[in-house]
């Protein structure tokens, strides 16, 4: 047994945004480091009912249930569904929700929680992978838009393999012998293909699939440019429109390809952009200021201390 998310860690705060008005609603996010104190990526671990994450929150990054016995309920957004023995259910980054248990029946559960950088996942990679994991942060954004996504059911025979995967990366995690984190991510992996396999055989991906493409290549592209041009002055509406999205599905599609919000993103991009201008240029703070797309030399200021935890200038006498 390990311990539950809720004993480590402490998450960030987030309020409900309503109309441009923040009401008294708390909800957590949790971070991988929350839950364990390593920069490995992953983690899982098998728990009960007093384990379960009742208030709503949501995290940065992605997590499977594996119900091993008893049933729970799980509530996202407005939609609850009910979780049996065998049924595995998948949760991108940023989705609000909470876990449940049913009246009288307890729950014996396998949560795995990684980073898509952990599987070396690349938002343009062509890979069956990747494009599964496009696919995992596409659907839960675009889903009013789409029809009710059928349950996955496993024959008996996927279904061994499956319980087998899961708890042999349980086992791996346990021991943490030498490699063990090398081993894991193949067992993920196999995990994913196995899941990803069901998910395209059914109705729902293929009625859907075009959709699916468009939107991650729309999100996809708008990264790019972001990237090749984050010393402009650039806008979240402006890009959006560039590629053919609503302000809405462009801000939440971002912010679950990058971790990041949008004008997070675009401040860390020029801090690293001066960090090098700062270590292998003359120019002075206010030219590097601008050069970065910063319009003022104060807000870089305080940008880059905020960040770094030295000015510019002190950063500068430190190389």
């Known amino acids: 047994m390990f311990d539950s998310p809720l004993t480590l860690g402490k998450p960030e705060c987030w309020y409900m945004n309503i109309a441009n008005k923040y009401i008294d609603v708390e909800f957590h996010r949790w971070r991988l480091k929350d839950i364990v104190e390593n920069e490995n990526n992953f983690v899982i671990g098998r728990y009960k009912e007093d384990d379960l994450t009742k208030k709503t929150h949501t995290h940065e990054f992605i997590q499977i249930y594996y119900i091993i016995n008893g049933m729970l309920r799980h509530n996202v957004g407005n939609e609850t569904g009910c979780l049996g023995k065998g049924d595995i259910f998948i949760i991108p980054p940023n989705v609000y929700h909470c876990l449940e248990k049913m009246d009288g029946k307890g729950v014996d559960f396998i949560s795995i929680c990684f980073m898509p950088q952990f599987i070396d996942f690349s938002p343009d990679g062509t890979s069956f992978i990747n494009k599964f994991v496009n696919f995992l942060l596409v659907e839960h954004v675009i889903k009013d838009e ?174």
């Open 146 to 319: 789409l029809k009710i996504k059928p349950k996955i059911v496993f024959t008996s025979e996927l279904q061994i393999q499956v319980e087998n995967l899961v708890m042999d990366m349980l086992k791996e995690y346990a021991q943490k012998r030498e490699g063990y984190l090398f081993y894991i991510k193949g067992q993920l992996l196999r995990f994913l293909v196995l899941i990803a396999r069901e998910y395209i055989k059914t109705p729902y991906y293929a009625n859907n699939s075009d959709k699916f493409q468009a939107y991650s290549e729309a999100i996809v592209k708008s990264i790019r440019y972001v990237e090749e041009n984050f010393s402009e002055n650039l806008k979240i509406d402006d890009v959006a429109r560039t590629f053919l999205l609503s302000r809405t599905y462009f801000c939440e599609l971002f912010k679950k390809y990058t971790g990041k919000t949008f004008n997070e993103y675009m401040n860390d991009l020029r801090i690293a952009y001066a960090k090098k201008m700062l270590a292998c240029s003359q120019c002075s703070i206010t030219e590097i200021a601008y050069s970065s797309g910063f319009n003022d030399v104060t807000n870089f200021c305080r940008n880059f201390k905020k960040q770094m935890g030295l000015s510019p200038s002190e950063y500068r006498k430190t190389l």
